[in-house]
């Protein structure tokens, strides 16, 4: 279900951008350089494909930082607060959406810089922004689609459960690790291709999205302590 509504949503948001310009800015995609890809309506299939993947990423990256936070004193398990809570919810939601955005702001600016690597100049944007290129609009978009797929997934759950559990050792420190080498990978690439400016700008944002992350879990024992 996470698969084929990620696909769906992001799919719809690529066709609306081509189109009309929202939600991420007018970008367009060289389809010269598209022969033989796969599109749906104008929309290459593997590049909305990978939404669900990075929005993935992002989401049990967060749960992985907050469910320490939010569980419940002395409890072998703990209930998914985006099924039980809707304040602690919307926090995974919300935190799920940011932290996406911000592996999108990592890998976009490299992304339009396809010429300079495997992957090709594919697409361009019609307003470039300040940002390496990179309009506003489109971190915009990067937040509201991966809202809207999170969100659309966990409530669709709780109509059929709404009082799943389950075990604080599934909630690994593998889901951070697919989100960093996500990240690594492209601030790799970066580097690799000689953009030295962006490649540092990516590093310091990765550093701070990790000391974060690292400063509320080392937080989250002695908030269960207290009960606060």
Known sequence: MWLVSGYFIAWLSEYSSIHNGFPYGEYHYIYENLQGELQVAGV???????????????????????LPLLCKEGQGEVDLPHLTSPYKGGAIIILGAVLTMLLDVIIDPIATMGDKWFLGKIHFYAHPGWYFGIPMTNFAGWFLVPLAVIAFNILTWRLF???????????TFLYPLFYLSIALFNIAVTFWVGEWKLGIASSLILTAITGVSMLASRSAPARQKTGS
């Open 161 to 171: 459960d709404s009082r799943l559990t389950t075990h604080e050792s599934r909630i």
């Open 44 to 66: 290459p299939f593997f590049d909305s494909l990978s939404y669900p993947f990075l929005i993935f990423a992002g989401w049990t990256t967060a749960e992985f930082v907050l």
